[in-house]
């Protein structure tokens, strides 16, 4: 009742691979829990190419995915925190209560939680900040920040999943100093950010960027400075293809 005889015997003379919805029937009918089936390390690498797919590449597909494998990461102590920021991204895109996205990425940084590195806490307490941020909980939101910032990796020598989340993270954490009228420091953590995409010679984040802390400039009343980073953001947008950010820009160029 699962799929066909010659599949489980192909299956069975390891000439296949089940995908995800057989294999977890089979497992079912057998009464075993998919940890039990596969083995830790399996599911840590599991984890960390879900998050990478959800996280980096904004993948939110991955998080049916993800669903597939819910349970055993839950049960497994080396994939718990990523079972918890997973969870968390799938409250947050599916727009459940809030306070749902800020218990399980809390969990997320629990003590009693198995931790997978810093990145891992850094991504969950930026869940958090964007979340009292959305909600207007300005100084939750503050607090959250500035642990997420605490624990940002160093942007000249993170990896890409890394050295984007993090920009991601600034780009929140400025839009919440904007809110609350820091407009140095928001110019600052731009700059900096900016800086390490010149040395790292990544054009991706500079459109972006580029346009947030021209917003920035003009507000602080330096209209020059305002201008020459919107033309910045045009000419990377340009040169890294994104023909949509290039064409909005040329007309505020």
């Known amino acids: 009742g699962i799929t066909t005889q010659a599949t489980i015997s192909l299956v069975e ?12 029937a089979i497992l ?4 075993l829990d998919m940890s039990e089936f596969v083995s ?33 990461l839950s049960q497994n102590a080396p994939t718990i925190q990523a079972y918890y920021i997973l969870k968390a991204e799938e409250a947050s895109y599916h727009h459940d209560d809030f306070s749902k996205v800020v218990h ?46 605490e624990l940002e990796p160093d942007l ?6 890394e050295f984007h989340v993090a920009l991601q993270a600034r780009q929140r954490y400025v839009d919440f100093l904007i809110k609350r009228g820091d407009l140095d420091k928001a110019a600052a953590i731009l700059n900096d950010a ?33 201008k020459r980073q919107l033309h910045y953001a045009r000419v ?7 023909q949509t950010a290039e064409k909005r820009l040329a007309e505020l160029d």
């Open 13 to 24: 003379n390891q000439n296949r691979v089940p995908n995800a919805d057989v294999l977890l």
């Open 28 to 31: 079912d009918r057998l009464n």
């Open 40 to 72: 830790g390390d399996f599911l840590t690498q599991k984890a960390k190419e879900l998050l990478g797919k959800v996280v980096l590449q904004m993948k939110h597909e991955a998080l049916q995915e993800f669903a597939e494998f819910e349970k055993a």
């Open 104 to 149: 399980y990425a809390d969990l997320a940084v629990d003590k009693k939680t198995p931790s997978l590195g810093d990145f891992y806490l850094f991504y969950a307490y930026r869940q958090m900040a964007t979340n009292y941020f959305l909600q207007g909980d300005m100084e939750a939101a503050k607090e959250k920040f500035m642990l997420a910032s």
């Open 156 to 161: 000249l020598t993170a990896n890409d999943l």
């Open 194 to 226: 900016l800086t390490a995409l010149h040395k790292r010679v990544d054009l991706f984040w500079v459109p972006d960027l580029s346009e947030l802390l021209a917003k920035v400039e003009a507000q602080r009343g330096n209209a020059a400075e305002a």
């Open 236 to 242: 990377a947008a340009y040169l890294s293809n994104r």
